[in-house]
């Protein structure tokens, strides 16, 4: 299964140069890497980075992260995935822009059915 993780290119960048990161900086104030399934990762979009373009969808083997990823309750009592550890640029399975088009992010084709 795949998870996912949005950063802004800066962070998407940082990522690629250091190979590791803590994440964005609601990950350093709550101490893991925020993920979302593909279920998930449309809303987060929405919530989160509303209005926010130059954004990188990026996607994670949620079993290759093993024992430092806990699935937690979160927004409307649903589990999401946390990484406890640095992110590593080895966990990414792959990278898409999700850019912004009147309003909207645009996932990439078939991201859903492509994630299982």
């Known amino acids: 299964m795949l998870i996912f993780k949005i950063f802004r290119t800066d962070e998407w960048q940082a990522l690629r140069e250091n190979r590791e990161t803590a994440g964005a900086p609601i990950d350093l104030a709550d101490g893991y890497v925020h993920f979302s399934t593909a279920e998930q990762a449309r809303e987060t979009a929405a919530k989160h980075f509303a209005g926010v373009d130059g954004l990188f969808l990026i996607a994670v083997d949620a079993a290759a992260a093993g024992e430092a990823l806990k699935w937690e309750v979160s927004r409307?009592?649903?589990?999401?995935?946390?990484?406890?550890?640095?992110?590593?640029?080895?966990?990414?399975?792959?990278?898409?822009p999700l850019p912004l088009i009147e309003g909207q992010h645009q996932f990439p084709p078939g991201f859903e059915e492509a994630s299982q």
């Open 76 to 96: 409307g009592n649903a589990l999401f995935p946390h990484l406890y550890r640095k992110m590593l640029l080895e966990d990414v399975v792959w990278a898409q």
